[in-house]
């Protein structure tokens, strides 16, 4: 296990929960004495990361015997928010016991691992029943001008859909709120002669699994499932495209694995730090968060400034059958941090700061129309430091896959030419 | 599974309690009236439980609204856990969030007194785009000022200082086993006495009445000091928000010096309203001509239904 020094700033935007583990440690001394050689320490906190990105501290107290006498382990939430799935605490726990087995005497890591495995599977190391919606596949059949064949990935228990189409390095196209992978189809054809077009879809939109509970999603757990994503598709070289939530999703993922990216295409997006919105962000947050459900197909129809088919506007809605699965969809303009001390706003800040040490070439698309992300261009061209000029989208607007697809993509395409394929 | 209530509670509280879990505990809470109408939830504070909202739940109803009564975590129906850390103002928000993302409420309205106004607050301005109103009774939303009885060690700091509270509060159960009924204007009858009590008489049920005072703010560095402030920073996000005080001028834990701040931090607020013949359990001594007051403020803000 990889121990950190978390921030003073970090620390104070979560809350301890410290019954996760209380442990008197007298009655195996030989264990005390292995945890404070591997902390290094018999009285303090050491922290670590999780798989699941959530923060853990092991606190370790003496109280006079001159080796640790007790342990307790701290899980760190966001301050003011429910605490994550039990599931994903039970996990990292078990990760934990691991870990003490591996550097305490007399304790079979194996033994530990088919116990957590197998035992603990009785009190639910996954989700429980009922907790994750998938959409009927019927829901997407006849989809216009989008005849890719899905395929799947299994990320923590859920599944994760994708499409590809062309060959060669891969350009990876993220969509955002409230849409899915159909939102690329004009600009999946033109760009698979150049590369392999690879479009997923997000956990809790288009064809992937979607949980119900609203806890399981935050701005890391979708940054999280995209790493994995990669991660399972070995993905190398890629050319990133992101709209809308797309941005910050992909961008965080990229500052945590930049070695796997070659360039970025940034369009109507960025990467909120917890400061400045538009006007008509708010005004777009305010709405979703006080409606109980999205008319998804009325809203990227009203939005587009391309007149959309029936069948088009049916192809955005048909992820969602009802309300039950849109806990993702309600909940993205919420997961957009606004404040400085808002979940995610925090990780940004460390995300920005490695984007600016990045050498790789950006391409900034701004649509004239979108009055969402008006701001955000001139913040995403002092993100990085090889960023070219801005191309500006006329005649087009938040979704300007939809408006404008092929010139976008027409764009890229002699962006990506001009800077050496 | 919560513990089921006693016989002699039923005539005066016969609501069914319901559960979930809000992290890893289980909270109890009680849902009555119209599913589609406007959500109030109403807050108790130290030491007391929905129970104090009686008077409160059969008017809001008639009147069209859904009323909710959640137990904090430590206090009456809920969990007891035993863990200080579990009881802090930003354990009880998170808490309360819980129960607002779970039960899925859109435009909700918060009423709070004593803890229920900082812990209700403090979670709706995690949640401020789903707020539809609040009516605050006898609390605060800030650290810059304290009055008289907070900073004073006769009775209240001596009460749960350090080792010495645990003895007042846990083996005497100063406030667990006499609060409400000590200070009633309307003089409580036993019963009703016991109704407050007896949701801590399992031993070591009663970590909560000890954290929540040694929660209150009074100097930088106390804990729960930053996540007062944080609440007291935020209150410029609820100008577009109506609300209304309503008060007891004669509680000594509160008295209106605290309504004048908070009218300060909050200048389009209504009120505050003064209801005299009640300290600071107001709800159980003026309970239905407070909660007539809420509902007349309500007919004129907001729709009945959310």
């Given at each position: 296990?990889?121990?950190?020094?978390?921030?003073?700033?970090?620390?104070?935007?979560?809350?301890p929960?410290?019954?996760?583990?209380?442990?008197?440690?007298?009655?195996?001394?030989?264990?005390?004495?292995?945890?404070?050689?591997?902390?290094?320490?018999?009285?303090?906190?050491?922290?670590?990361?999780?798989?699941?990105?959530?923060?853990?501290?092991?606190?370790?107290?003496?109280?006079?015997?001159?080796?640790?006498?007790?342990?307790?382990?701290?899980?760190?939430?966001?301050?003011f928010?429910?605490?994550?799935?039990?599931?994903?605490?039970?996990?990292?726990?078990?990760?934990?016991?691991?870990?003490?087995?591996?550097?305490?005497?007399?304790?079979?890591?194996?033994?530990?691992?088919?116990?957590?495995?197998?035992?603990?599977?009785?009190?639910?190391?996954?989700?429980?029943?009922?907790?994750?919606?998938?959409?009927?596949?019927?829901?997407?059949?006849?989809?216009?001008?989008?005849?890719?064949?899905?395929?799947?990935?299994?990320?923590?228990?859920?599944?994760?859909?994708?499409?590809?189409?062309?060959?060669?390095?891969?350009?990876?196209?993220?969509?955002?709120?409230?849409?899915?992978?159909?939102?690329?189809?004009?600009?999946?054809?033109?760009?698979?002669?150049?590369?392999?077009?690879?479009?997923?879809?997000?956990?809790?939109?288009?064809?992937?699994?979607?949980?119900?509970?609203?806890?399981?999603?935050?701005?890391?757990?979708?940054?999280?499932?995209?790493?994995?994503?990669?991660k399972?598709?070995?993905l190398?070289?890629?050319?990133?495209?992101?709209?809308?939530?797309?941005?910050?999703?992909?961008?965080?993922?990229?500052?945590?694995?930049?070695?796997?990216?070659?360039?970025?295409?940034?369009?109507?997006?960025?990467?909120?730090d917890?400061?400045?919105?538009?006007?008509?962000?708010?005004?777009?947050?305010?709405?979703?968060?006080?409606?109980?459900?999205?008319?998804?197909a009325?809203?990227?129809?009203?939005?587009?400034?391309?007149?959309?088919?029936?069948?088009?506007?049916?192809?955005?809605?048909a992820?969602?059958?009802?309300?039950?699965?849109?806990?993702?969809?309600?909940?993205?303009?919420r997961?957009?941090?606004?404040?400085?001390?808002?979940?995610?706003?925090?990780?940004?800040?460390?995300?920005?700061?490695?984007?600016?040490?990045?050498?790789?070439?950006?391409?900034?698309?701004?649509?004239?129309?979108?009055?969402?992300?008006?701001d955000?261009?001139?913040?995403?061209?002092s993100?990085?430091?090889?960023?070219?000029?801005?191309?500006?989208?006329?005649?087009?607007?938040?979704?300007?896959?939809?408006?404008?697809?092929?010139?976008?993509?027409?764009?890229?395409?002699?962006?990506?030419?001009?800077?050496?394929? | 599974?919560l513990r089921?209530?006693?016989?002699?509670?039923?005539?005066?509280?016969?609501?069914?309690?319901?559960?979930?879990?809000?992290?890893?505990?289980?909270?109890?809470?009680?849902?009555?009236?119209?599913?589609?109408?406007?959500?109030?939830l109403?807050?108790?504070g130290?030491?007391?439980?929905?129970?104090?909202?009686r008077?409160?739940?059969?008017?809001?109803?008639?009147?069209?609204?859904?009323?909710?009564?959640?137990?904090?975590?430590?206090?009456?129906?809920?969990?007891?856990?035993?863990?200080?850390?579990?009881?802090?103002?930003?354990?009880?928000?998170?808490?309360?969030?819980?129960?607002?993302?779970?039960l899925?409420?859109?435009?909700?309205?918060?009423?709070?007194?004593?803890?229920?106004?900082?812990?209700?607050?403090?979670?709706?301005?995690?949640?401020?785009?789903?707020?539809a109103?609040?009516?605050?009774?006898?609390?605060?939303?800030?650290?810059?000022?304290?009055?008289?009885?907070?900073?004073?060690?006769?009775?209240?700091?001596?009460?749960?200082?350090?080792?010495?509270?645990?003895?007042?509060?846990?083996?005497?159960k100063?406030?667990?086993?006499?609060?409400?009924?000590?200070?009633?204007?309307?003089?409580?009858?036993?019963?009703?006495?016991?109704?407050?009590?007896?949701?801590?008489?399992?031993?070591?049920?009663?970590?909560?009445?000890?954290?929540?005072?040694?929660?209150?703010?009074?100097?930088?560095?106390?804990?729960?000091?930053?996540?007062?402030?944080?609440?007291?920073?935020?209150?410029?996000e609820?100008?577009?928000?109506?609300?209304?005080?309503l008060?007891?001028?004669?509680?000594?834990?509160?008295?209106i010096?605290?309504?004048?701040?908070?009218?300060?931090?909050?200048?389009?607020?209504?009120?505050?309203?003064?209801?005299?013949?009640?300290?600071h359990?107001?709800?159980?001594?003026?309970?239905?001509?407070?909660?007539?007051?809420?509902?007349?403020?309500?007919?004129?803000?907001?729709?009945?239904?959310?």
């Amino acid at each position: 296990m990889k121990f950190i020094t978390p921030s003073a700033e970090e620390l104070s935007l979560l809350r301890p929960d410290p019954v996760l583990i209380e442990q008197e440690l007298d009655c195996r001394p030989e264990v005390a004495e292995a945890l404070e050689k591997a902390v290094g320490f018999r009285a303090g906190r050491a922290y670590w990361r999780s798989a699941h990105d959530h923060l853990y501290a092991l606190e370790l107290a003496d109280l006079g015997r001159g080796r640790p006498s007790q342990a307790r382990v701290f899980g760190h939430w966001d301050r003011f928010e429910p605490r994550p799935p039990e599931h994903e605490i039970r996990l990292d726990l078990v990760d934990f016991c691991l870990w003490v087995a591996e550097v305490s005497p007399g304790v079979d890591p194996q033994l530990v691992d088919r116990l957590a495995r197998t035992g603990l599977n009785a009190v639910g190391l996954s989700r429980p029943p009922g907790a994750v919606m998938r959409t009927p596949e019927e829901r997407f059949s006849n989809l216009p001008d989008y005849p890719y064949e899905p395929r799947y990935v299994e990320i923590e228990g859920l599944r994760m859909a994708y499409v590809e189409h062309g060959a060669g390095d891969p350009i990876l196209m993220l969509h955002g709120e409230p849409t899915w992978g159909f939102l690329y189809r004009r600009m999946i054809p033109p760009l698979a002669e150049v590369g392999r077009a690879v479009v997923p879809d997000m956990i809790g939109f288009g064809r992937s699994d979607k949980p119900v509970q609203d806890n399981e999603y935050s701005f890391k757990s979708h940054v999280r499932w995209m790493r994995a994503f990669i991660k399972a598709l070995d993905l190398r070289r890629i050319t990133l495209i992101c709209q809308d939530w797309g941005g910050p999703i992909g961008l965080r993922t990229l500052a945590d694995m930049p070695e796997r990216f070659s360039r970025a295409v940034v369009m109507n997006t960025g990467i909120p730090d917890g400061s400045g919105f538009s006007q008509a962000f708010m005004a777009w947050r305010r709405f979703s968060q006080q409606s109980s459900e999205l008319d998804v197909a009325q809203l990227v129809r009203g939005t587009s400034r391309r007149k959309l088919t029936d069948a088009e506007a049916a192809a955005y809605g048909a992820p969602f059958p009802s309300r039950d699965y849109q806990a993702g969809a309600l909940l993205f303009p919420r997961l957009v941090p606004i404040r400085l001390d808002h979940p995610g706003a925090y990780d940004d800040r460390v995300a920005i700061r490695t984007l600016k040490t990045l050498n790789l070439p950006v391409l900034p698309v701004f649509a004239a129309g979108d009055a969402i992300t008006r701001d955000a261009e001139a913040v995403v061209r002092s993100m990085f430091k090889n960023v070219s000029p801005t191309v500006t989208i006329q005649n087009a607007g938040h979704f300007i896959q939809e408006d404008a697809g092929e010139e976008v993509a027409g764009h890229i395409r002699r962006w990506m030419e001009a800077a050496g394929g | 599974m919560l513990r089921p209530k006693p016989n002699w509670l039923k005539s005066m509280f016969p609501w069914e309690q319901k559960s979930l879990q809000v992290n890893g505990r289980t909270m109890a809470y009680i849902d009555e009236g119209d599913p589609q109408g406007r959500p109030v939830l109403l807050l108790s504070g130290n030491p007391t439980w929905g129970f104090l909202y009686r008077d409160f739940i059969p008017i809001l109803t008639e009147a069209g609204y859904r009323a909710i009564a959640p137990d904090w975590i430590g206090a009456g129906y809920s969990d007891h856990p035993r863990e200080d850390s579990a009881l802090t103002l930003a354990h009880h928000i998170a808490d309360l969030v819980s129960l607002l993302d779970q039960l899925r409420l859109c435009g909700f309205v918060i009423v709070g007194q004593d803890w229920g106004g900082p812990q209700g607050i403090g979670a709706a301005l995690q949640r401020v785009e789903r707020l539809a109103a609040a009516v605050l009774m006898n609390t605060w939303l800030y650290t810059d000022y304290v009055g008289q009885f907070h900073a004073s060690p006769i009775p209240w700091t001596t009460w749960h200082a350090p080792i010495i509270g645990q003895y007042f509060q846990k083996l005497v159960k100063v406030l667990s086993h006499r609060g409400p009924t000590v200070t009633s204007k309307r003089g409580i009858t036993e019963i009703e006495g016991l109704a407050y009590h007896h949701v801590f008489d399992e031993p070591e049920s009663d970590s909560v009445v000890l954290t929540w005072p040694r929660t209150i703010p009074l100097r930088e560095g106390d804990r729960g000091f930053a996540d007062m402030a944080a609440i007291q920073r935020r209150l410029p996000e609820l100008a577009g928000v109506p609300i209304l005080l309503l008060w007891a001028p004669e509680d000594i834990v509160f008295p209106i010096e605290y309504a004048r701040r908070l009218k300060e931090l909050l200048p389009h607020a209504e009120g505050p309203i003064e209801f005299n013949n009640a300290a600071h359990f107001l709800q159980d001594d003026r309970g239905p001509d407070l909660a007539r007051a809420i509902v007349d403020f309500l007919k004129n803000k907001v729709e009945v239904k959310s």
